[in-house]
């Protein structure tokens, strides 16, 4: 069964410290998604991404988060300047069209910001 | 009113039980509907989607009625791999999902 792949599995940094959390969505998927959950919380949008350009961002995505698609395959995730509250688990996901037939989600990548 | 909103759990069933779980959301322009699943640490799995005539997967069966935004999932027979955390998702844009907190189900033995 296709997956999507996030790396790392867990990353430590210290705060103020810039991260990039890597994906590779399923490769014939067009819709591309950063999703976190802080622990104990729900799961929350943070963006969306089609046709190389972002579609949709919550108020959670401000100016310290970016997305890329540097190359056919990979979606990364970068924060410039991590904050101890963007400690969370942070998951990829991505879908054939739309929302209609709901995503495949990566495993995530666990931050934590110390 | 949250957006989508869940009992908040936990359910504790013996195995065989029949459970069920309700939500409800907010947005009455939602036109899509999920159940997914969550182990504990783990990724979102999609259980199932919800359709309004309502639908069914196994032991799993699925409503929706959208005149009062209520969703619902029940479980028949219910297993120990049952056990996990169960989301109710709904679209709330052009491409995202708004997720519930989720009740946890736990089956003993």
């Known amino acids: 069964e296709p997956e999507v792949t996030q790396t790392p599995s867990h990353q430590v940094t210290q705060m103020g410290q810039e991260v990039i959390l890597r994906c590779v969505p399923i490769s014939n998927h067009l819709y591309f998604y950063w999703y976190r959950q802080i622990l104990g919380q729900k799961v929350e949008f943070l963006v969306s991404f089609y046709n190389n350009e972002i579609s949709e961002k919550s108020e959670i995505f401000d100016d310290q988060f970016s997305v890329e698609r540097p190359d056919g395959s990979n979606f990364t995730l970068k924060i410039r300047s991590t904050k101890l509250e963007d400690s969370a688990m942070y998951f990829c996901?991505?879908?054939?069209?739309?929302?209609?037939?709901?995503?495949?989600f990566g495993s995530g990548t666990r931050l934590t910001v110390v | 009113r949250k957006e989508v909103e869940q009992d908040p759990g936990p359910f504790n069933v013996p195995e065989g039980a029949t459970v069920a779980f309700n939500c409800t959301y907010s947005n009455s322009a939602s036109q899509s509907f999920f159940w997914y699943r969550q182990d504990c640490r783990k990724e979102p799995k999609l259980l199932m989607s919800?359709?309004?005539s309502g639908n069914e997967d196994g032991r799993f069966t699925a409503q929706l009625n959208r005149a009062s935004q209520y969703i619902s999932l029940l479980i028949r027979d219910s297993k120990l791999s049952d056990s996990a955390t169960y989301l109710c998702?709904?679209?709330?844009?052009?491409?995202?999902?708004?997720f519930g907190k989720g009740t946890m189900l736990l089956v003993s033995p």
């Open positions: 996901a991505s879908s054939l069209d739309r929302v209609d037939y709901g995503y495949t």
């Open positions: 919800v359709y309004s």
């Open positions: 998702v709904v679209n709330r844009g052009y491409s995202t999902l708004t």
